[in-house]
């Protein structure tokens, strides 16, 4: 199989790195991928709005400002959807609703942590802080905002080890104690204050807020042959992105769609989550709400249900199975498992394979050990709410779920073959 060309590999790596700089949120996340979308000529849909769905266009439609489907109708959608799934979300420190802590003069903010994050790499770390923010206009209209502080803004400092002698062998960190950013010493001004000089819109006095922290580090290239993608969200963003780039560069009759949720992070089960109903009622709008046809259209459709699989770490190698350890920039992963965390049956891979094998795209395997728990995706999840044909695929990648993971240039590009090899 011929490897991409160095042109190649690094076109898809740094437009992932572009991608994920401006995505801190699933907030921008969706916006930035909608960019994407609306740049290529995609019709930009409104849920509220009545719907004139063509044969041979492209559309794109949001909810909640975190989740994103697009679609292309092709020659004729009744004949069935290829369709690539990623999630919007990673997990993270969100702020609280009353967040201030003031100790010893330091204004504190204390986070609530969400999804099953990892606390120790996001100590000593460059913070910034994003999000939406929602209240009410000087007209008195209840708006929302998507905001980016852009610089760092908070840390969360580590204990010296001259205080804790232990601290490389048996230091915990308690999410309440521990984890609070802080963000300067007290100067008057309260954090609602910072927002409202943050905002562009006229706001009379905010409501709430969905603000999460971020590592301000940009994504890089990193390697001796700069083979490693090493960045904040590559869990999932590189999925994201991905399918969004594999749907906009394919052309052809067939009909596809892409959608990357929110809340797959904390099982999914919200209204633009892959358990809600946004992409049941996307489809539904698409064959123009006939029972009948949306179970046939399902029918001849399958779902790729795109997230990053546990690369074999040369540290840790005992946590793998020995016959399904996935090597960085040897392909994607197609991931099994027999008790359903993971949705790919032997007729969805044995046909993903083949469209593979004909791109020229290696394939890897992962099982967990038996002795170990499994995650999941939203592939299960999808499978049971629409009753359609799915595989779980992702490329490999160390360090999940850290505020800085490692992916592979190469594996980008393979993913992206794989992925336009499966929507066409």
């Known amino acids: 199989m011929p490897t991409p060309s160095a042109t190649e590999q690094n076109q898809i790596a740094k437009g992932l790195c572009h991608f994920i700089e401006q995505s801190?949120?699933?907030?921008?996340?969706?916006?930035?991928?909608?960019?994407?979308?609306?740049?290529?000529?995609?019709?930009?849909?409104?849920?509220?709005d009545e719907w004139l769905i063509e044969a041979n266009a492209s559309y794109a439609v949001t909810r909640n400002d975190s989740s994103i489907i697009a679609f292309r109708t092709g020659k004729d959608v009744?004949?069935?959807?290829?369709?690539?799934?990623?999630?919007?979300?990673?997990?993270?420190l969100r702020i609280k609703p009353n967040p201030e802590?003031?100790?010893?003069?330091?204004l504190q903010l204390g986070v609530e942590v969400y999804g099953g994050a990892l606390?120790?790499?996001?100590?000593?770390?460059?913070?910034?802080?994003?999000?939406?923010?929602?209240?009410?206009?000087?007209?008195?209209?209840?708006?929302?905002?998507?905001v980016d502080f852009k610089r760092p803004v908070a840390t969360i400092p580590n204990l010296a080890i001259h205080l804790d002698r232990d601290a490389n062998t048996k230091r915990a960190i308690n999410a309440q104690q521990h984890l609070p950013l802080i963000l300067g010493t007290s100067n008057g001004k309260s954090f609602q204050d910072l927002l409202l000089e943050l905002c562009t819109q006229d706001f009379d006095r905010l409501f709430e807020f969905e603000l999460s922290a971020y590592d301000t580090q940009p994504p890089s290239i990193v390697g001796i042959n700069n083979e490693f993608v090493c960045a904040s969200r590559l869990d999932n963003l590189l999925s994201t992105y991905i399918g969004a780039r594999a749907l906009i560069d394919t052309v052809g009759d067939q009909a596809s769609l892409f959608i990357s949720t929110?809340?797959?992070?904390?099982?999914s089960a919200s209204a633009c989550g892959a358990q809600g109903p946004f992409l049941r009622n996307v489809l539904e709008r698409i064959v123009d709400g006939k029972a009948s046809a949306l179970t046939q259209v399902i029918g001849r459709s399958s779902m790729l249900s795109c997230d990053n699989a546990h690369g074999i770490h040369p540290n840790y190698a005992d946590k793998h199975d020995q016959n399904h350890g996935p090597i960085i920039n040897k392909g994607p992963v197609i991931k099994i498992n027999q008790n359903q965390r993971y949705a790919t049956t032997s007729v969805s891979s044995a046909k993903f394979q083949k469209r593979c094998e004909e791109a020229g795209v290696p394939i890897q395997k992962f099982v967990t050990r038996s002795d170990m728990g499994c995650g999941s995706t939203i592939g299960p999840i999808t499978a049971t709410e629409l009753g359609i044909e799915t595989l779980d695929l992702g490329a490999p990648q160390w360090?999940?779920?850290?505020i800085r993971e490692t992916a592979g240039v190469l594996d980008c590009q393979y993913l992206y073959q794989a992925a336009c090899a499966f929507i066409r």
């Open 119 to 146: 606390f120790h790499p996001w100590l000593d770390r460059d913070l910034s802080i994003a999000g939406r923010v929602s209240g009410v206009n000087k007209l008195g209209n209840v708006v929302s905002e998507i």
């Open 262 to 267: 929110d809340h797959e992070e904390v099982g």
């Open 101 to 106: 802590i003031e100790k010893f003069d330091y």
């Open 399 to 402: 360090a999940m779920h850290s």
């Open 24 to 48: 801190p949120t699933p907030f921008h996340a969706t916006k930035t991928a909608l960019t994407m979308f609306l740049e290529a000529g995609f019709t930009h849909l409104n849920e509220d």
């Open 78 to 92: 009744n004949l069935g959807l290829q369709m690539v799934g990623a999630h919007t979300d990673s997990p993270c």
